[in-house]
């Protein structure tokens, strides 16, 4: 029996460690709970974030989704199909270049390569500059276009004596690029998964971004 006056030490550690297994269980509990919940909420939004870069089709990508091996990295690209034929891929694709890291896009093409939509799945960019990477305003400009003439980079750089085509965000130069770079990235994936070859893209500019705060690097 505890004594509740002068408990000893091994009776104060057994006392945490009942403490601690209460705790474990009722997190496990709680997990268990909501963990379908869970899933069901992140199956919705990856849904309804494919059904804005996808055309029409009667499949459900996700289940036809397959894993994509560029550089080392692996890739899933969501497949959508009408009449069992592809109308359209939809790659998810990234980057730590981001003004604060992170940066994920979400891109729709035509089976030819062309650019239906892209959607940012992971931003953590200021408000009010970086994270107008979400609006259409930015991210539109990249519909219609194909990377195989459309240059999947900011104008203000160079790559091989050729200018790039996407228009930064005004004070956003970094996360334009990492935007543009993720973009690039998923053509390249999707390329690779059709069986065509691609340029080497290190993402590298003739600008560095070293040493800039974030208004001076995004000008």
């Known amino acids: 029996m505890i004594d509740k006056k002068n ?6 550690v057994v006392v945490l460690l009942l403490i601690a297994v209460i705790c474990s269980a009722g997190v496990a509990a709680i997990y268990d709970a909501t963990k379908d919940t869970i899933q069901q909420q992140k ?6 974030s494919l059904k804005l870069v996808l055309p029409e089709h009667d499949n459900d990508p996700v289940k036809d989704a397959v894993s994509i091996s560029l550089n080392g990295e692996t890739y899933q690209c969501y497949v959508a199909k009408k009449g069992g034929q592809p109308v359209g891929y939809a790659v998810k694709a990234g980057n730590m270049n981001g003004y604060n890291g992170h940066v994920e896009v979400l891109t729709g093409f035509l089976p030819d390569g062309t650019i239906i939509n892209t959607q940012a799945t ?3 960019e200021t408000p009010g500059l970086g994270q107008k990477a ?3 305003k930015y991210h539109d400009q990249f519909n219609g ?3 195989n003439a459309f240059h999947l980079w900011v104008k203000k750089d160079e790559r091989d004596g050729k200018k790039g085509d996407v228009d930064a965000i005004s004070a956003a130069t970094i996360t334009s ?4 770079h993720a973009v690039q990235t998923a053509y390249d994936a999707l390329m690779t998964h059709l069986g065509k070859s691609v340029e080497a893209h290190s993402g ?6 070293a040493n800039e705060s974030e208004i001076d690097k995004d000008k």
Request: negative net charge; charged residues 25%.
């Open 134 to 136: 979400i609006e259409p």
């Open 43 to 48: 199956d919705e939004k990856e849904q309804a």
């Open 177 to 180: 690029r990492a935007y543009a």
């Open 122 to 124: 992971a931003l953590a």
């Open 204 to 209: 590298a500019t003739s600008n560095s971004n």
């Open 7 to 12: 408990p000893t030490i091994i009776q104060m």
């Open 145 to 147: 276009k194909n990377p």
